[in-house]
């Protein structure tokens, strides 16, 4: 009977041990849990009550690198609160519409709205927010930017202890007068006469609809911003969604959509005003909204204020002094310390402020034709593949199959055919059908894959290029065309921009520094030092491109060693000029801000060359000449003038004109083919006849040279000059 009686005992206490083990656990786990919770979560958490009142943000100040002011991005946070009955109903609808369309029907947290943006996300592609008005209240006014999970609970968690406090309609009024619309505007009574110089209650529909669509991101929609057209954009969608929701009718929506904008002209003191919204994206995407809004960060940059201020009198000078038929409204320039990637200045267009060139419009970003200004990178592609310097190509007329089109048959600037060409001045001169031949040799792949290597970062597929792309078919931004004939500068080294110096926070603390070394060397190697060289050699070759420029064109400056290249796109709406030493680099552009097409005898020589070589002269005034150093992989060897064989090898053994040309190490080959052989020429013209001829032929014993492309030249005939056909391409 003990016995019995014993083991359930046993069982029992072993059973109280183990439960009072798990018990034990629990209330640890659920300790220590809550310990996390309140240290992470609720100890620092703001009261709603915080609501009614704003903390004084602090200004961002930009800098350049002397120390000279800028930009105050907020000088204060500029806030006047209003009345939910002193702000129209097309304000609260366009606002309701675009950011909580279910406001007034859900509570603190919207699950559907969170369900439907992650619907939009995942299977659309489309970025559609999940928050509520009050959780985006609480957000900008209570807590920070950053994207954590903490944080995200801290939101919802204040989101709900403010609908418990606040009724729908007091939230509504908080987040209308309390929300960023960009610069020291907050509020949108102070957005209304920030932007429109009127109080809120004026506001029409499509005035509502345009500050409405703001906070999501004050900067990126600005019309006072970089991007003026996003800022438009984002109203129609507004007005479409009002329309959708029954606020307004489809031609209410139409109304306000064509309607004119009177904007109040910036009143702010802004210096450099291209460059500093560019840093101020910059920022913006690497500390947040609201730390470069409120922040108070010092920033230091690259831009140099006695530079930008030459560069701007010379931008818009020398595009007022072009004769009006041209039809040149606007200009641009950039200028960059290619050995550290600074930018030193920047020159969006030729007047910020001019609405009527679109001038707040910035054109060193922007995506433009580069013309022949790209051939420098196709030639580049081409020594890379074991072409040189005085691989001769025939310049005569050609066409290239083009799969289920027409064919592409390229034509040189002044219409000509020059016969044989060496690639220094096919080069040099910027000639368009031996630049498509260097293509068609090097491949499209090949050329892509260098320029991508040295910076350019839009072109992408090779399947969307014909060969036209060395003659500038595809569209490039100024910055990456600084970045990629930086690297001729460096003697094959990318050193990508660096405009912003120095950051610090409110407390000195520096958030980043940029201390570049005295040599590019800490830069990517992206080509062979010899390919930078001699590409460099060629464009600072005045001698080189005589038969197209002139002894004085605008690309010499007189006593200095420039390397230099022009661009002007086939149509005529982009026109380029750009330029380097190894302590400077400097990229010009005129044309139209809407890409209309300019007319006359407008070219890379006549209409970005001159403010080109105004800025360089400035620059390099009183300086020593500074040539980039002949690595020891590069030769110099005696060519034959013509055909660019060595004298040795020159036709029938005999003498030749010879000239000196560097060569690559490894690349001093022949890359066409000499011969004597019997041919049938013309009758009347003695030369070869051209192609599908069958008529009027004779058979003669002649010295014929073959291109690496196929093409064949008479060297021993003469060469009638046919009529020329102008196309663009200098």
Known sequence: MQNYLKKPYKVYKRHFKRNSFVTGFIILALAVFSLFFYFTILKDLPLPTRLSSSSTPQSTLIYDRNGKLLYNIYDKKNQSFVPLSSIPKTMQQATIAIEDRNFYTHGAVDLRGIVRAAVSIVFHKQIQGGSTLTQQLVKNSLLSQEQTIPRKIKEIILAFATEFIYSKNQILEMYLNQSPYGGPAYGVETASEAYFNKHAKELDLAESALLAGLPQAPTQFSPFGAHPELGKARQVEVLKTMQELGYISRDQEKKAESEVLNYKRISNNIEAPHFVLYVKDLLIAKYGQKTVEEGGLKVITSLDANIQAYAEASVSGEVNDLPGYYHVTNGAALVTNPATGEILAMVGSKDYFDTKIAGNFNITTALRQ?????????????????????????????????????????????????????????????????????????????????????????????????????????????????????????????????????????????????????????????????????????????????????????????????????????????????????????????????????????????????????????????????????????????????VGFFPSIAPGGTTCPTRFEYFIKGTENSTGKLSSENVAVDKTTQDLPAKGQTDNLETKNENIYTDPVGDRYCLSCPHPTPTPTPAPGH
């Open 370 to 642: 580069p013309g022949s200004s790209i051939k420098p990178i196709n030639y580049a592609a081409g020594l890379i593949n074991k072409y040189n310097a005085a691989t001769t190509f025939v310049d005569g007329p050609i066409c290239f199959p083009n799969q289920g089109g027409k064919d592409y048959c390229p034509l040189n600037y002044d219409g000509k055919w020059h016969g044989l060409v060496q690639m220094r001045y096919a080069l040099g001169n910027s000639l368009n059908i031996p630049a498509v031949k260097m293509l068609k040799l090097n491949g499209i792949n090949s050329m892509i894959a260098t320029a991508s290597a040295m910076g350019i970062t839009t072109f992408t597929h090779p399947e969307n290029y014909g060969l036209s792309l060395t003659l500038g078919g595809a569209e490039v931004r100024m910055t990456d065309m600084a970045t990629a004939f930086g690297v001729f500068a460096n003697s094959g080294y990318r050193i990508n921009l660096h405009p912003i110096l120095k950051v610090t926070d409110k407390t000195g603390k520096v958030l980043e520094e940029y201390k570049p070394p005295s040599s590019p060397i800490f830069g990517k190697k992206v080509l062979p030092e010899g390919v930078a060289y001699i590409i460099s050699d060629i464009l600072a070759d005045n001698g080189a491109r005589l038969l197209e420029f002139g002894d004085n064109s605008q690309l010499k400056i007189r006593g200095q060693t420039v390397s230099v290249k022009t661009g002007t796109t086939n149509d005529y709406k982009d026109n380029w000029t750009i330029g380097y030493t190894p302590s400077f680099l400097v990229a010009t552009w005129v044309g139209n801000s809407d890409n209309t097409q300019m007319s006359g005898l407008v070219s890379g020589i006549t209409g970005a060359a001159p403010i080109w070589n105004d800025i360089m002269s400035y620059l390099l005034k009183g300086k020593t000449p500074e040539a980039i150093s002949r690595p020891p992989s590069v030769i110099q060897k005696q060519v034959c003038s013509d």
